[in-house]
C-alpha cells in the first residue's frame, strides 16, 4: 500500500523529496515483506557506504548523476536511466552532483 503521497493525480517524481544542505532526504513510499519503494535526494558529495541488500535493487536516476558502486564496478547513471543492482552483491551510492532516484527494491 502506498503511503507518504498523493492518489489519484499526476506527480513529477522528482517534485516529491526536497534537496537538504549536507544531508540524504528519503521518502518512503512502499514498505513491505515483499516491496520497498524509496524517493532519495542526495546533496553533492553525500553517500550511502557500501552495503548488500535482501533482493534486487533498481534505481532510476530522475534527476543529476549518481555514482554506484556495484560488486567493485563503477556506473554514472543520469536522468532517466536505471540500473539493476542485484541481490545481494556489494553496493555504494555516491552524490558525485546533487540527484535524485526512485528506489525500488523487490523480495
Known sequence: MYKN????KVLHMAEQ???QDGQ????TLVQNSKLSMTLFAFEKDEEISTHAAGGD???TVLE???RFTVGGEVF??????TLIMPKDIPH?????????M???VSF
Open 57 to 59: 535493487a533498481m534505481v
Open 64 to 66: 543529476g548523476t549518481g
Open 5 to 8: 503521497i498523493a492518489k489519484q
Open 102 to 104: 526512485l528506489l525500488t
Open 76 to 81: 554514472l547513471v543520469s536522468q532517466g536511466e
Open 92 to 100: 555504494a551510492v555516491y552524490g558525485q552532483e546533487r540527484f535524485k
Open 24 to 27: 540524504i532526504v528519503s521518502r
Open 17 to 19: 523529496v526536497d534537496y
